[in-house]
């Protein structure tokens, strides 16, 4: 089925992350990304917006007591829902004149398993900060359609998308979900076991930017050939006696740390195997399974779920993005893929 572009002027998409939010503008492309991280200063009781995204993420773990550094979104969705809408009001105005926010329709991208209550609180903020008309896609879909899997035609196609809150896992026939699976891990949940694992081996307390750091420059899902792998120099307060200390991790080390959230993956993999029917599997044998999102970018991580599966496994070529450009593609082609978007009512 081919796809046939719409007609809207003044569409928006936006990937709400539990790590990054992704805004994409109808003929722009995607014209934001920063994270979903918003700074408050609270004076005589009253709360004011002080920073939000790339300025206040600076501010994560280093606030005095009149400034607060949060993340309104977990696990995908909206755990705060006035620094959401404040969030996303900040957002739009950096990327479009306010004249036209009369006209604006929003689509966002929601994890397969958010509940109803969760979803009305995401079309509730989008509203709140100012479109006229908000619109949800499950974001199995749209990691999909960003990875350029031809998922409209009656072939099984599987996507595992791995974000900051959540790793969706679906299989995707004729535009739509046929079987699709939200666990909640991701990003988050690897830096915790980088975190807990130090506490628990080394007596270390470090910051969750630390953990992150860690995983991005040496983060494994296997474990290295030679029992130790390449090493990097951490910082962090030594929790014996309380003063900071400097040490050093491996990536056997890490690979260690992250194998249960690594393992929760696989198996989410497996399940959603074994509950597809025999006609869409034979195709995902032969089509093998695409990986997005920034969790697909572990090392070895398609290594550990290939031996695991025994199938072909793939990395999207803009594993970061998919998500969004998914989502900016069912704007343009909304009238294919209307069935799957749900719209306020």
Request: proline letters at 4%.
């Amino acid at each position: 089925m081919a796809l046939i572009p719409g007609i809207f002027s003044s569409d928006m998409a936006i990937d709400l992350g539990t790590a990054n939010t992704l805004v994409y503008i109808r003929g722009k492309g995607i014209v934001l990304n920063e994270p979903s991280v918003v700074a408050y200063h609270t004076k005589d009781g009253k709360k004011q917006v002080l920073a939000v995204g790339e300025d206040a993420k600076l501010m994560l773990g280093r606030t005095p007591g009149s400034i607060e550094a949060i993340r309104p979104m977990r696990d995908g969705v909206i755990a705060d829902f006035e620094a959401a809408e404040e969030m996303i009001k900040h957002f739009i105005r950096k990327v479009i004149r306010r004249g036209t926010w009369t006209r604006l329709k929003i689509i966002v991208c929601v994890p397969h398993g958010a509940t109803p209550v969760e979803k009305r609180a995401i079309r509730q903020s989008v509203i709140s900060a100012g479109a006229k008309r908000a619109g949800l896609l499950s974001e199995p879909i749209a990691a999909a359609i960003g990875a350029g899997m031809p998922i409209t035609e009656p072939t099984g196609n599987m996507v595992v998308d791995i974000g900051g809150g959540t790793t969706e896992v679906a299989v995707l026939s004729l535009g739509d979900i046929v079987y699709a699976r939200s666990v909640r891990v991701g990003g988050d949940r690897m830096d915790d076991a980088i975190v807990s694992y130090l506490r628990r081996h080394q007596n270390l307390l470090i910051g969750d930017s630390t953990a992150e750091r860690i995983k991005t420059s040496i983060g494994t899902a296997r474990m290295p050939d030679d029992g130790r792998g390449a090493v990097m120099q951490i910082r962090g307060r030594d929790l014996l006696n309380g003063v900071p200390k400097e040490t050093e991790i491996s990536q056997a080390q890490v690979a260690e740390a992250l194998a249960e959230p690594v393992q929760q993956i696989c198996d989410a993999v497996m399940q959603a195997l074994e509950a597809t029917p025999p006609d869409l599997a034979a195709d995902i044998v032969d089509r093998g399974v695409m990986l997005t999102g920034g969790g697909a970018l572990l090392g070895d991580l398609d290594l550990a779920l290939r031996e695991q599966t025994g199938l072909s496994i793939s990395v999207a070529n803009e594993s970061l993005n998919c998500v969004a450009l998914g989502t900016g593609k069912a704007l343009e082609y909304e009238k294919q893929l209307r069935h799957v978007i749900e719209y306020d009512i």
